[in-house]
Nanobody, 116 residues
Framework: QEQLMESGGGLVQAGESLTLTCEVS?????????AGWYRQPLGKPRELVAT???????QYSDSVKDRFSISRDNAKSTVYLQMNSLEPEDTAVYFC?????????WGQGTQVTVSS
């Protein structure tokens, strides 16, 4: 199983940007993993934000596409989420996910708070 560590969350004002980082420790080759970002607003279920496959194909939720960008650096075993034009509705705990053969690993999460 992989170990994931998120960082980069914080408090920002609406319209500002943040970049989240997820460092992945694994006994497997990082290039064999798919990865993604999910978020969970207070009192709500966890939801998909963005995913990136081994071959760098990306997918976004409708609420963030055109504002967020997911990327990966295989040499650093790291996944990023660039978040632009943040809105108060983006306030949530953001979780990093890694998937290998349908087995998921999760980080502890990082809080993102966007004030209006």
């Amino acid at each position: 199983q992989e170990q994931l560590m998120e960082s980069g969350g914080g408090l920002v004002q609406a319209g500002e940007s943040l970049t989240l980082t997820c460092e992945v420790s694994s006994g497997r080759d990082f290039t064999t993993l798919a990865a993604g970002w999910y978020r969970q607003p207070l009192g709500k279920p966890r939801e998909l934000v963005a995913t990136i496959t081994r071959h760098r194909r990306t997918q976004y939720s409708d609420s963030v596409k055109d504002r967020f960008s997911i990327s990966r650096d295989n040499a650093k075993s790291t996944v990023y989420l660039q978040m632009n034009s943040l809105e108060p509705e983006d306030t949530a705990v953001y979780f990093c996910n890694a998937e290998y053969r349908s087995r998921d690993s999760w980080g502890q999460g990082t809080q993102v708070t966007v004030s209006s």
